[in-house]
């Protein structure tokens, strides 16, 4: 059978006239008539019959319209089909991110996803380490971005990958920074927001503080390094950032940095279950932080 015969056939019927058909096919009425003459003619019996101005279906031509609009349905259903299965999501990479991580550090890390050569659609977690861990062992994610390797003592078959590490900066809004004299001294006595006790970097902020006997004054400690800096936009006292990020952080929260502290280390590791690492979205965040971001003296 002809298909293009039986499309014909399906218009004028649907249309009721010769003319309409026509018009929708961009076909003469001519030429749609003649091929509705040899598809009658194919399947031996008539489908249509003059009625007023227009055509009617014959009750041969009402059951070939039924079976006609199936087989018109169902070849839409396989085109849309067909069409999503060429447009279908990206697979999944998921990557669980502890609160402690700085935002801009992430976005540049995960950045070089966008040179795979198999694109991939990106699924962020944003969690505390435990439960990020737990998540990964459980293969729900691909890899986990946090400030210390995988603590001890877990029951969990993880691997732990150095990114590298910065020195610690650090920064306040323009107005409280002008008035910081020398630095660290200016610290002594000043307000100063600090990360939560979850932050590795912590301790070691707490121990250079003591060392070098000055004792701000700490206002606010936050889990979330993203609402420290907006806290330290408005005004609210000094704060610790990687120093890598200190000109993107400046630029963003509109703060200042007023000095840096080399002996105050801070790390980022990439934890997965992979000793050696296949994955090649897991290798680009690797090679990235190790090529581009971080100090060359890092591990």
């Keep these: 059978m002809n298909l293009k015969h039986l499309r014909y ?65 169902l070849g839409d259903e396989m085109l849309s089909s067909l069409r999503a299965h060429s447009c279908r999501a990206l697979p999944a990479f998921r990557v669980g991110i502890s609160v402690v991580v700085p935002k801009s550090l992430t976005r540049r890390l995960l950045a070089s996803l966008k040179a795979l050569s198999e694109p991939v659609r990106l699924i962020c977690r944003e969690g505390q380490i435990d439960w990020l861990l737990g998540e990964l062992a ?81 206002v606010g400690e936050f889990d979330d390094s993203a609402l420290m800096k907006a806290f330290a936009q408005a005004g609210e006292g000094f704060f610790p950032a990687p120093a890598i990020l200190s000109e993107e952080i400046g630029a963003r929260y509109g703060v200042t940095e007023v000095g840096r502290v080399e002996q105050v280390r801070e790390a980022f590791w990439l934890i997965s279950t992979e000793r050696h690492v296949k994955q090649p979205a897991v290798r680009a965040v690797l090679e990235a932080a190790r090529t581009a971001l971080f100090v060359p003296d890092a591990t």
């Design 138 to 218: 459980l293969h729900r994610l691909d890899m986990v971005l946090a400030d210390r390797p995988m603590p001890a003592g877990l029951s969990v078959r993880c691997h732990s990958h150095k990114l590298g590490e910065s020195a610690v900066a650090f920064l306040a809004a323009p107005a409280l920074a002008d008035r910081c004299g020398t630095f660290p001294g200016c610290l002594h006595g000043a307000p100063l927001l600090l990360p939560g006790p979850n932050a590795a970097v912590r301790s070691e902020i707490e121990r250079w503080l003591g060392e070098a006997r000055l004792s701000p004054q700490v």
């Design 9 to 73: 056939f399906w218009t004028v019927a649907h249309t009721g006239s010769v003319a309409g058909a026509a018009k929708r096919l961009h076909l003469t009425p001519q030429t749609v008539s003649a091929q509705i003459n040899l598809f009658e003619e194919e399947v031996g019996v008539q489908l249509l019959r003059p009625s007023g101005r227009g055509l009617e279906l014959t009750e041969a031509g009402r059951i070939a319209l039924s079976f006609a609009d199936e087989m018109f349905a």
